[in-house]
């Protein structure tokens, strides 16, 4: 339901009806200066960012940095509340969404004890809209609809067409456009109760970008049209940039690259006086592909150049993948294929990094991995919703019941895969899961019997000792200046200290503890060359000082145990352990000149050594090479992440 051209020459009209964000930022800030007391400060510092927010987020950051500080010294909880709240809007518009996200969750629980049924409703809707930004879409979907409930049951017209055009955006990315567009159409209703015209500008550009992606490129651009007339007689210069980018980008799908550069161009220097990267980056993207499509590859290049060290400073890896691949279509038409290859090679790595990330997600967190794949199962189901539909539509046109036929194939072929899909995960997940429990399980056990055996081999014996000493005195007291049993006693007693300093030491050596990773594997080093005819080196680059105790223990045990099986069983003559750390990584290699081992035999034979070395190792999330064969000796090459 767009609203007709006489009609947008009425409401230009209204304009003086309803307050500007310039002329009302400007009247609130005469306030400021005339103020009296932090209270009245406090509030008005409040009222400015919200008016600034969506034009000047930039510029709203700092009234809401001047509204924290006042609230706390006022000790106002409801002012604290209000910038959480600010806080959390400007990080979404930011781009920033795991930190709106974290601050949302903290206003929805300062506000939810209270009787402020309008503050519940906006926790509800920026926590919806945060989560839709993520692509959450469920978690989106239910605090969307409670924030709607509350607001239509107070009569919020204003959040409640905010909130419809969350929806519309949502139902759009879930292809469900017949309730995107009666979202957009309901919150259009709400915009003109509350006479907020102003608005109409957001959810036009909605609309205009359903269409866009329905392929309906001539229904699309009036609303981005009249969206942007809106915004410039409202002075909305965020709402400017976004409907001229998306006027853009129409015409550069039609190919009319002239006007494309005109409306990406002034989409850029608006985005530049607001100072949010991440749009700016974006405006630089646009460019880029108008250039390129120019064949002015130079100045392609510059653009996508600029976009890549923005995407970069701001971690949008996503972002910044897609420059890979447009810069490696710039070298490929410059004929330098060398580095149309690098880039390209850049992008698939990240690419199957982002592939492994989101598998590792899985795995991990059950929770995200069960809310993505009902997102995933509802889009799928959706785009076969939609495949089905155009296909019986085109069907029926051409009364072939051959291309029917055809579609019901296609679409039961993609369930089928679809579920294959989500069964081999599920299925990797409990394989995983079950490998890891065993191993710890395995290596716990192991240990246990270890200490069981030294106790009761070493200490146990020593004390039974004693005990028939010291029982032997009763028993002999006529001739106890002979047996000389205290003597032989205190012998004992310190033979047992010393098993169990052994002991505690193979435990946790207090070395490790006082001095650091360095001096117990000097320490580790020295008791293997006075105890085994080996010879042995350590060698070590790098600063291991700041290293994380988790690091420490574990790479100090894999040491312990690499060598001890060496000792035990390679029969080696030599052994060299090595530790060398840099910015990122920690690498340890240790390589002996014994008799080696044929790998894939020792781990059928269930080696526990080598499954705890391997379960240590992806503990730490690291990577370990084992390089055996028999009487070739043995290396182990271990690489741990480290983040400090």
């Known amino acids: 339901m767009r609203i007709p051209s006489l009609l947008l020459c009425i409401i230009s009209c209204s304009f003086t009806l309803t307050a500007q964000t310039g002329q009302l930022t400007d009247s609130l800030r005469t306030e400021l200066l005339q103020a009296t007391s932090d209270q009245q400060r406090s509030s008005l510092h409040d009222a400015i960012a919200s008016d600034l927010v969506y034009a000047d987020p930039v510029a709203a950051l700092r009234h ?69 930004r993520m692509d959450q879409y469920e978690s989106a979907s239910v605090n969307l609809q409670k924030a709607l409930d509350y607001a239509e049951r107070i009569s919020d017209n204003t959040l409640a067409y905010k909130i419809l055009n969350g929806l519309g955006i949502l139902y759009k990315n879930l292809y469900q456009h017949e309730k995107s567009l009666a979202a957009y159409e309901k919150a259009i209703d709400y915009c003109m109760l509350t006479g907020d015209t102003a608005s109409l500008a957001i959810i036009y550009n909605g609309i205009g970008i359903l269409y866009k992606e329905m392929d309906s490129l001539h229904l699309a651009l009036p609303y981005f049209q009249d969206g942007l007339a809106i915004a410039e007689k409202t002075g909305n210069l965020a709402a400017v940039a976004s409907q001229s980018r998306n006027i853009g980008l129409i015409h550069f799908q039609n190919g009319e690259l002239d006007l494309a550069e005109q409306y990406h161009e002034r989409a850029l220097e608006i985005r530049q006086k607001q100072g949010v990267k991440l749009h700016i980056a974006g405006s630089y993207h646009d460019l880029g ?26 971690n949008a ?57 009902r997102k995933d199962s509802e889009l799928a189901s959706q785009r076969l919703a939609i495949t089905k ?77 004693v005990r028939q000493k010291i029982k032997s005195i009763q028993g002999q007291i006529d001739s106890l200046s002979e047996m000389n049993v205290p003597v032989e006693a205190e012998k004992l ?19 490790l503890v006082s001095l650091g990773l ?71 290699s240790i390589t002996d000149d014994g008799k080696g081992f044929d790998y894939d035999e020792a781990t059928q034979h269930n080696g526990l050594g080598l499954k705890n070395i391997e379960s240590r190792v992806k503990y730490l999330e690291g990577e370990v090479v084992i390089d055996s064969k028999p009487g070739k000796g043995t290396a182990f090459h271990i690489a741990i992440p480290v983040r400090v």
């Open 64 to 132: 809401v940095d001047t509204l924290a500080t006042l609230a706390e010294s006022l000790g106002d909880e409801d002012l604290q509340r209000r910038a959480t709240y600010q806080y959390s809007v400007i990080y979404r518009l930011q781009g920033d969404y795991e930190k709106a996200l974290e601050l949302q969750r903290e206003y929805a629980t300062m506000i939810e004890d209270t009787d402020d049924s309008s503050g519940i409703a906006m926790a509800y809707y920026q926590l919806g809209a945060n989560l839709l």
């Open 289 to 314: 592909e108008v250039n390129l499509a120019r064949g002015q590859l130079d100045q392609a290049e510059n653009y996508f150049l600029q976009a890549l060290d923005i995407f970069t400073d701001i």
């Open 317 to 373: 890896l996503i972002s910044e993948n897609t420059i890979y691949k447009q810069l490696a279509k710039v070298y490929e038409a410059k004929g330098d294929y060398r580095q149309s290859n690098d880039y390209l090679t850049r992008f698939y790595a990240i690419h199957d990094s982002l592939k492994d990330n989101d598998l590792r997600e899985k795995i991990n967190e059950l929770d995200i991995q069960y809310e993505t794949a």
């Open 389 to 465: 539909n155009r296909a019986q539509r085109n069907l029926f046109m051409i009364g072939s019941g051959a291309l029917l036929l055809l579609a019901w194939f296609l679409i039961y072929r993609n369930q089928q895969s679809k579920r294959l899909a989500s069964a081999q995960i599920e299925n990797l997940e409990k394989q995983q899961k079950l490998l890891a429990l065993d191993y710890m399980v395995q290596g716990q056990e192991e240990e246990r019997k270890r200490i069981a055996r030294d106790l009761h081999d070493g200490l146990g014996s020593l004390l039974a000792s």
């Open 493 to 511: 007693i310190g033979k047992a200290y010393d098993e169990v300093r052994r002991i505690s030491h193979d435990m946790m050596p207090a070395s």
């Open 518 to 588: 360095v001096d117990a594997v000097e320490d580790l080093v020295a008791d293997l060359r006075s105890s085994h005819a080996l010879r042995i080196h350590f060698h070590q680059v790098g600063n291991f000082a700041d290293l994380p105790d988790k690091i420490k223990i574990n790479v100090y045990r894999l040491i312990q145990e690499i060598t001890a099986n060496a000792v035990k069983h390679a029969e080696a003559n030599e052994l060299t352990v090595t530790i060398e750390r840099d910015s990122r990584t920690l690498a340890l």
